[in-house]
């Protein structure tokens, strides 16, 4: 009884007789055995360890906002140590921009944290930041804002005020001149005539000019 790979061979024989003259190429002696024997292609592995690997990084994106998500829940955004952790960020941003502005919502986030503290809820500590706010941004930030000012050193153009100048060109109650101060020169009004060369004092500072008066 012939074998199946015999009866095959013969089947694959019959079928090549019936092709028209020029269409069979005979197969090399060392493929003849393994001609029935169907032709796998590769997987494209790399294609397929691409995908995967981005499937990978998608579920790690969306553990990572998952978790962010559970740990920003109400109940942690409104407690004590959220509102404490807010007044020390705010602290440290003043102290590196000494604006006033920062500083100013620190009442706010104070007020919330003890709210928290002794158990209100969340409409209360909102409340409790609002009311705080507005009173740091009206009342504390004006008043520091003023002592600082009071502090500080004048600025160029107020520190011009007594000190000593000469007349370059002539200065009329109508009509004003030029003084030069230091080593600047400046526009100049005067209630008096002052000619060339005399030497004044600086009265005032009227935006870009200034007010001088004679010194004898």
Same mark, same amino acid.
């Given at each position: 009884m012939a074998s199946p790979r015999h009866r095959a061979r013969v089947l694959t024989r019959k079928c090549l007789v019936g092709l028209p003259a020029g269409r069979y190429l005979a197969l090399p002696p060392e493929s003849r055995t393994h001609s029935l024997i169907p032709v796998v292609p590769k997987r494209p592995t790399m294609m397929i360890d691409r995908l995967l690997q981005d499937? %990978?990084?998608?579920? %790690? @994106? #969306? /553990? $990572? $906002?998952?978790?962010? @998500? %559970?740990? $920003? @829940?109400p109940d942690v955004l409104m407690s004590w140590e959220f509102w404490t952790a807010a007044s020390a960020v705010l602290l440290v941003g003043e102290l590196l921009t000494a604006s006033f502005l920062l500083g100013a919502f620190v009442p706010g986030t104070a007020l919330s944290a003890i709210l928290a503290a002794l158990g209100l809820g969340m409409q209360g500590q909102l409340w409790g930041f609002m009311i705080g706010t507005v009173v740091g941004l009206v009342v504390l930030r004006p008043i520091l804002v003023a002592?600082? #000012? %009071? /502090?500080g050193e004048p600025s160029n153009v107020d520190a011009l005020v007594g000190q000593p100048g000469v007349v370059t060109e002539s200065i009329t109650p109508s009509s004003p001149g030029r003084v030069k101060i230091r080593t600047e020169e400046w526009r100049a009004t005067a209630g008096d005539d002052l000619e060339a060369g005399v030497h004044v004092n600086i009265v005032r500072v009227d935006g870009n000019a200034v007010h001088v008066q004679s010194q004898s």
């Amino acid at each position: 009884m012939a074998s199946p790979r015999h009866r095959a061979r013969v089947l694959t024989r019959k079928c090549l007789v019936g092709l028209p003259a020029g269409r069979y190429l005979a197969l090399p002696p060392e493929s003849r055995t393994h001609s029935l024997i169907p032709v796998v292609p590769k997987r494209p592995t790399m294609m397929i360890d691409r995908l995967l690997q981005d499937s %990978e990084v998608a579920a %790690e @994106t #969306q /553990g $990572f $906002f998952s978790q962010l @998500t %559970e740990a $920003f @829940t109400p109940d942690v955004l409104m407690s004590w140590e959220f509102w404490t952790a807010a007044s020390a960020v705010l602290l440290v941003g003043e102290l590196l921009t000494a604006s006033f502005l920062l500083g100013a919502f620190v009442p706010g986030t104070a007020l919330s944290a003890i709210l928290a503290a002794l158990g209100l809820g969340m409409q209360g500590q909102l409340w409790g930041f609002m009311i705080g706010t507005v009173v740091g941004l009206v009342v504390l930030r004006p008043i520091l804002v003023a002592k600082a #000012q %009071e /502090g500080g050193e004048p600025s160029n153009v107020d520190a011009l005020v007594g000190q000593p100048g000469v007349v370059t060109e002539s200065i009329t109650p109508s009509s004003p001149g030029r003084v030069k101060i230091r080593t600047e020169e400046w526009r100049a009004t005067a209630g008096d005539d002052l000619e060339a060369g005399v030497h004044v004092n600086i009265v005032r500072v009227d935006g870009n000019a200034v007010h001088v008066q004679s010194q004898s």
